[in-house]
Every structure is written in C-alpha cells, then in structure tokens.
C-alpha cells in the first residue's frame, strides 16, 4: 500500500471507523431456486488492509432483496468517514416480483456529492442501476441508467458522463474503475447483473494484492426462472430513473391487491428538486383496464415527505410498455401537501424497468 493511502487507513483504525473482516467485492453469485428474484443496493463500502490487519466499514446504506421479492429501501442523509469518503444524501432502492409468465429484480443506488481521497475522486451524483428480466426462455439484465453527474479525477474538470463498462484509470498506487459491471447466467433461466459506479483499488507493488477497496453505488439484480402456473390479482412493480444529466428522478415501487387487501410501497427522490417522498400505505389501486394492449395501473396513498407527515401522493399511472422498460415504460406522479404545495412529473424512464403481472 502507498504510503498516503496507508495514512488514510490508519486514521480510520485509530478512530475505531474501520472494523471487521473484509471478503472480495468481486464473487460468484449463487442463484436461489427456480422462480426466484433477488437484488442488493449499497452507497458507499470502504475495505482495506492495515498491517496485515483486514478492516472495513459500510456497506452503508444496505437492503438486499429476498428470493419472493417485494420492495427495500433506505435512505442515509449524509456519510464521512475521514480522508476516505463523504457524501451528502445516499438512497437505495431493491424491487422484484414473480409473475406467471416474467420475473423481474430492479435495484439503485444514488450518492450525491461524492468526495474520495481528499478529492482524488469528486462527483456531484453517482447513480448506479442494474436490472434483470425472464420469460422463461430468455434471461438477460442491463445496467442502463447508471451515469456520473459532475464526475471530476486527479483534479478535471467535472463532466457529466455514463463511462463504457469498466473504464479504468490509473492514479497513484491504484486505480479508479468506472461503471464496473459483471454479468453471470446462463442467458435462459438465469442472469445477474452487478454494476459498481466508481470503484477505487490500491495494489500492493511487490505482492500484487489489493490492499484497499473503495465502492461508490453498487446496485445488483438477479431471477431464476421456469415458468409455472400461478394465480392472483393484477401488480405492478418496479424502479429506475425520470430525467437526465442533473435533472433527475429516482424511484422504486411496488402496488397491488391480493385477496381483497391493497399492499405495496412507494420511494421517489427528485434530486434536483430535494424531495424524497415515502409512502406510508396503499389507500387506492386501479389495474389496467380489460381493454386489450392497456398496461398501465394508478394508485394513491398518504405519503411523508422529507421526513414530514401530511402529505398525498398519487401514482396517476405506471405504465409497462415494453422491455426492457428504458425508454418506453412511464411514469406519472403527482404529490399534494400542506399550505397549497403541489408536485407532479412525468414521463419515460431513462433507467430500470417496471413490470406488470396480469392476473
């Protein structure tokens, strides 16, 4: 390890930062049974190697979907672990569902204001996303979406830019690999997809090995698939991104009835605009109508709003178009609150994929 990143480690040791035993970023996933889905979504993990001591901190924030699917999410105003890494807002976003035809996992990570190594590494918003979906005969995923807002290395000016899949570029002691992305799968019943916005790795010069590691929104999605009969209402899920460049949206839901019970989740972030909005039930929900070709569900419920009670938002629609959803599935949202506030947007996403299971 270079003699300035050993620095930065130690700080971390001394302070108590830095604890536990580290594994390799970089495995093998294990699929979970047929008909399965799965995701996982972290903000920032910091690894490193002190005096042959292994030691860590993060992943943080960190959901991970289970293999029946449903809806995660967290949200972490601010990270600062000293010399390494800081941040302003982190949010993560994990969705998935079987259905009798299509599985699909979904999952996102949004950092704002990242800042690496006294910043070595700067960028104003790193969004990393990964989805997956089969049909039973076709299995594929896809990390469109994922783009550096602001990215700035070794002091460049910051660009906004969506590097080609594991960009890599050198800097003193290591290396920062871009949009990393790793498939696995077999393209039928499986396929996974991870992808790591900005990975940082120092190399020891004489052993070869990686001595520190350092990840910045990594999003992963997977589904194992067969199809089989299955019975139940109408549901829509799914996530991504409204907007581009700095205007962007972020969001992940779930919505359906089951057995004459509505159930489902809403997490929608706005970052330009700084509103997080976070449902807290499901009041409505209308399924497509019987009409052929029509696949678009609304739903409605109350929502908190920067952490504020009080306010309503309504899904006026969330409309699965197609796959594999980046520039034909939609969205349209509209939030009501307090003193006459009004939000609405909508339009095609940019990123993930939102899926329809019919009845």
């Not at 259905?99 to 704002?112: D, H, K, L, W």
């Not at 009080?310 to 699965?320: I, P």
């Amino acid at each position: 390890m270079n003699q300035r990143m050993r620095q930065y480690v130690v700080s971390l040791a001394a302070m108590g930062l830095l604890v536990g035993v580290t594994t390799q970023n970089v495995r093998a996933w294990n699929f979970a049974p047929a008909n399965s889905v799965s995701g996982e979504a972290f903000g920032v993990s910091v690894k490193a190697s002190v005096s042959g001591a292994e030691v860590t901190v993060g992943p943080t924030p960190h959901v991970v979907l289970p293999p029946d699917g449903g809806m995660l999410s967290d949200t972490l105003a601010r990270i600062a672990v000293p010399n390494v890494a800081a941040s302003s807002t982190l949010e993560v976003v994990t969705t998935g569902s079987i259905g009798p035809a299509t599985a699909t996992a979904q999952s996102s990570a949004t950092v704002e204001v990242a800042n690496l190594l006294n910043g070595v590494v700067r960028a104003e918003a790193v969004v990393a996303m990964s989805t997956s979906t089969a049909n039973g005969s076709t299995a594929t995923s896809t990390g469109e979406g994922s783009t550096l807002i602001g990215l700035s290395i070794n002091g460049s000016p910051p660009a906004d830019v969506t590097p080609p899949p594991n960009t890599t570029i050198l800097i003193p002691g290591g290396a920062v690999i871009l949009n990393e992305q790793i498939f696995e799968g077999d393209g039928v019943h499986t396929s996974a997809l991870t992808v790591n916005m900005i990975h940082v790795r120092f190399t020891d010069p004489v052993m070869a090995a990686i001595t520190a590691d350092i990840i910045v929104s990594s999003a992963h999605s997977d589904v194992n698939f067969v199809p089989a009969p299955k019975v139940g209402n109408a549901f829509m899920t799914g996530g991504g991104k409204l907007g581009m460049g700095r205007d962007i949206a972020t969001f992940g839901l779930n919505a359906g009835e089951r057995g004459g019970v509505l159930h489902g989740h809403l997490q929608y972030i706005d970052h330009g605009q700084n509103l997080n909005v976070h449902s807290t039930m499901i009041s409505s929900f209308t399924p497509p109508p019987t009409s052929a070709g029509n696949t678009c569900v609304s739903f409605s419920g109350p929502a908190r709003v920067n952490n504020v009670d009080g306010y309503s938002f309504t899904v006026n629609s969330a409309c699965d178009n197609g796959e594999p959803g980046v520039g034909v599935d939609s969205l349209d949202i509209s939030v009501k609150g307090p003193d006459g506030f009004s939000y609405g947007r909508s339009g095609k996403l940019t990123g993930g994929n939102l899926q329809l299971h019919p009845e």
